[in-house]
């Protein structure tokens, strides 16, 4: 499939062969905490009919930030399969059905980022207690069929949050 500068690959018809993180771990943990602001600057200056705008049955940019604040307790659970030494980690559901089952068009953004600002900044701080042995663990990831240090997990969270900020820029400007 061609992408146009306006249209990205779907994230889960990507491929992860291999993974190489090519960041230091500070790098990482800066943006992780800076996603929030990113987000929160770029979507309030959205008209709130454009925010929730849905087409073609498509998520609204609001129902992506909305999306990107539920994906936050699979991060951490995942932090915890780290830490106990489990062998796979734990699993995407497999659906994003509860993006409108939440009804994120419904709620205020300025709560949705700020609601992502906290968890995110909790979420970091927990990765900062994580012990040495957890950074050293390598886990398997089932859907992309390798396996992660905690380095490449908390690499791939930024990889997600900066696939849904494009899309958020896109669905601006469409």
């Known amino acids: 499939m061609a992408v146009s500068e306006h249209c990205q690959q779907p994230w889960l018809e990507r491929t992860w062969h291999e993974w190489t993180v090519n960041k230091d771990t500070s790098q990482i943990m800066e943006e992780l905490l800076l996603f929030p602001g990113q987000v929160s600057e770029l979507v309030k200056s959205i008209e709130p009919s454009k925010r929730t705008q849905i087409s073609d049955g498509a998520w609204s940019i609001q129902e992506h930030v909305g999306h990107l604040l539920a994906m936050e307790s699979l991060w951490i659970a995942r932090l915890d399969n780290f830490e106990l030494n489990?062998?796979?980690?734990?699993?995407?559901?497999?659906?994003?059905n509860d993006v409108r089952a939440a009804r994120f068009n419904e709620q205020s953004i300025q709560a949705l980022c700020r609601d992502l600002s906290d968890i995110?900044?909790?979420f970091v701080e927990f990765v900062?207690?994580?012990s040495d042995i957890a950074w050293q663990r390598r886990i398997y990831h089932e859907r992309l069929q390798i396996h992660f240090m905690?380095?490449?997990?908390?690499?791939?969270?930024?990889?997600?949050?900066q696939h849904h900020l494009k899309t958020i820029q896109n669905l601006m400007h469409a």
């Open 150 to 161: 905690l380095k490449d997990h908390l690499a791939f969270i930024v990889e997600h949050d």
């Open 128 to 130: 900062g207690e994580m």
């Open 86 to 96: 489990h062998e796979v980690l734990r699993p995407w559901n497999g659906h994003n």
């Open 120 to 122: 995110r900044t909790a």
